[in-house]
């Protein structure tokens, strides 16, 4: 311990030589050193640690308040003005390793460890808060907490949210992607009834692992043939132990970042399964925008062997358009088009949402599209609904074809 303050005694004296302009200055600077080294050697070694200890505490919630932040903010600017950056060194390098290895972690753990690290992050606060109060030290409580979400918020973004800020997949792929003209959304809104009349299958509950492989199969052709980057990982579904959490936010599946685990709501129909397990799988991939997830599970159950998993994707997707298109004149004579056994399934799906909405799942929705907009997605919660102009630029720039 003595030699570290002399270490530390010899470098404030070397600079304040060449710093201090006055000789006094720096006589008094090296009297406090002197006095405080002193001190020090006063101290037995239970007491010396204890004041090392507190120095550690104190540099800590220094990097973590002010440098931590700081660097994360300056690198959010720099890859908001060069997303291609993120693209080149993010997504297919730091990126790329951290999801096969964490994704490779987790799956052999056959729960949640988001959810279960939710739970205990909301006891280490409640007691960190009630040890603070207890020791009446509750700004310093206050701080080493802020302290911790800084960690969290920079780990989110080193581990997956900077894919945010990636070129558009439209870009990658070398697409035009823009909100369609009303003659362009009515045609595309016609071609999607009839591939999905066309698709329509009673769909049986689901073999997880056989879904999962199949999903995984449709991935490695897809991507391949895209060029998109490929990252072996693994991302088996899992479920929460209180699905409600779901259920009451109103949400189908569920990306968790800090440990790359796809969720999926225990609660789904089996016409739900394929296209919300695919959709998570692309935001493991790195796929962030909610948009561009969907699309590319379009893409990738289309690819499937099993037809049922084709059903999957063009209902989902045939939703959206619906949406799209409500607002025309037509719409109403043109819905009368899709199957009665796709307006069941419709039904079914609305009868499994509706008991569940309320004051929760409205403040879950605005809360997302806050978070959405932070990230720089255009629209918020309305990004979901831009999958129709990915599918309408996709078609039109390869001669109106979906790949199958």
Same mark, same amino acid.
């Given at each position: 311990? #003595?030699? #570290?303050?002399?270490?530390? *005694?010899?470098?404030?004296?070397?600079?304040? @030589?060449?710093?201090?302009?006055?000789?006094?200055?720096?006589?008094?600077?090296?009297? *406090?050193?002197?006095?405080?080294?002193?001190?020090?050697?006063?101290?037995?070694? +239970?007491?010396?640690?204890?004041?090392?200890? %507190?120095?550690?505490?104190?540099?800590?919630?220094?990097?973590?308040?002010?440098?931590?932040? %700081?660097?994360?903010?300056?690198?959010?600017?720099?890859?908001?003005?060069?997303?291609?950056?993120?693209?080149?060194?993010?997504?297919?390098?730091? $990126?790329?390793?951290?999801?096969?290895?964490?994704?490779?972690?987790?799956?052999?753990?056959?729960?949640?460890?988001?959810?279960?690290?939710?739970?205990?992050?909301?006891?280490?606060?409640?007691?960190?808060?009630?040890?603070?109060?207890? /020791?009446?030290? #509750?700004?310093?409580?206050?701080?080493?907490?802020?302290?911790?979400?800084?960690?969290?918020?920079?780990?989110?973004?080193? +581990?997956?949210?900077?894919?945010?800020?990636?070129?558009? #997949?439209?870009?990658?792929?070398?697409?035009?992607?823009?909100?369609?003209?009303?003659?362009?959304?009515?045609?595309?809104?016609?071609?999607?009834?009839?591939?999905?009349?066309?698709?329509?299958?009673?769909?049986?509950?689901?073999?997880?692992?056989?879904?999962?492989?199949?999903?995984?199969?449709?991935?490695?052709?897809?991507?391949?043939?895209?060029?998109?980057?490929?990252?072996?990982?693994?991302?088996?579904?899992?479920?929460?132990?209180?699905?409600?959490?779901?259920?009451?936010?109103?949400? +189908?599946?569920? $990306?968790?970042?800090?440990?790359?685990?796809?969720?999926?709501? %225990?609660?789904?129909?089996?016409?739900?399964?394929?296209?919300?397990?695919?959709?998570?799988?692309?935001?493991?991939?790195?796929?962030?925008?909610?948009?561009?997830?969907?699309?590319?599970?379009?893409?990738?159950?289309?690819?499937?062997?099993?037809?049922?998993?084709?059903?999957?994707?063009?209902?989902?997707?045939?939703?959206?358009?619906?949406?799209?298109?409500? /607002?025309?004149?037509?719409?109403?004579?043109? *819905?009368?088009?899709?199957?009665?056994?796709?307006?069941?399934?419709?039904?079914?799906?609305?009868? @499994?949402?509706? *008991?569940?909405?309320?004051?929760?799942?409205?403040?879950?929705?605005?809360?997302?599209?806050?978070?959405?907009?932070?990230?720089?997605?255009?629209?918020?919660?309305?990004?979901?609904?831009?999958?129709?102009?990915?599918?309408?630029?996709?078609?039109?720039?390869?001669?109106?074809?979906?790949?199958?």
């Amino acid at each position: 311990m #003595i030699k #570290i303050f002399e270490i530390m *005694k010899s470098a404030f004296v070397f600079r304040a @030589r060449n710093f201090l302009p006055f000789s006094f200055s720096l006589f008094i600077f090296e009297i *406090k050193v002197n006095y405080f080294e002193t001190i020090i050697t006063d101290m037995n070694i +239970s007491n010396r640690l204890r004041l090392f200890q %507190a120095f550690s505490r104190r540099r800590a919630l220094l990097i973590c308040l002010i440098f931590l932040p %700081a660097f994360l903010f300056s690198l959010l600017i720099l890859f908001s003005s060069y997303p291609q950056l993120v693209e080149t060194f993010y997504a297919r390098g730091l $990126f790329a390793g951290i999801a096969m290895i964490l994704s490779r972690l987790s799956a052999v753990v056959p729960f949640s460890l988001s959810e279960v690290s939710l739970y205990g992050g909301i006891l280490l606060a409640l007691f960190w808060a009630r040890r603070g109060i207890r /020791q009446r030290r #509750i700004g310093r409580a206050l701080l080493e907490l802020l302290a911790g979400v800084v960690i969290l918020l920079s780990w989110f973004y080193f +581990s997956w949210g900077f894919n945010y800020l990636r070129p558009p #997949i439209s870009k990658q792929l070398h697409f035009a992607s823009a909100a369609p003209d009303s003659l362009a959304l009515r045609e595309n809104f016609l071609w999607c009834v009839e591939k999905t009349n066309a698709a329509w299958q009673p769909v049986a509950k689901w073999n997880l692992q056989n879904l999962d492989q199949e999903i995984e199969r449709g991935y490695a052709e897809v991507f391949a043939e895209l060029n998109l980057p490929a990252i072996s990982g693994r991302w088996p579904p899992k479920f929460l132990l209180l699905p409600q959490l779901l259920d009451y936010t109103l949400t +189908s599946g569920i $990306f968790g970042p800090f440990f790359h685990e796809a969720h999926l709501n %225990a609660h789904l129909l089996p016409v739900e399964m394929p296209f919300v397990l695919a959709h998570e799988k692309a935001h493991g991939r790195g796929f962030a925008r909610e948009s561009e997830a969907s699309f590319i599970a379009l893409l990738v159950c289309l690819r499937s062997n099993t037809p049922a998993i084709h059903y999957s994707a063009y209902f989902s997707v045939l939703g959206r358009f619906r949406a799209r298109y409500r /607002q025309y004149a037509d719409y109403d004579s043109l *819905k009368q088009l899709i199957r009665p056994e796709i307006v069941a399934d419709v039904e079914a799906v609305w009868k @499994r949402i509706e *008991k569940y909405m309320g004051p929760l799942a409205e403040f879950s929705q605005k809360s997302y599209d806050v978070y959405l907009r932070a990230n720089q997605v255009e629209g918020g919660t309305e990004n979901y609904s831009d999958v129709v102009d990915l599918v309408v630029g996709w078609r039109k720039s390869h001669q109106e074809t979906i790949p199958q």
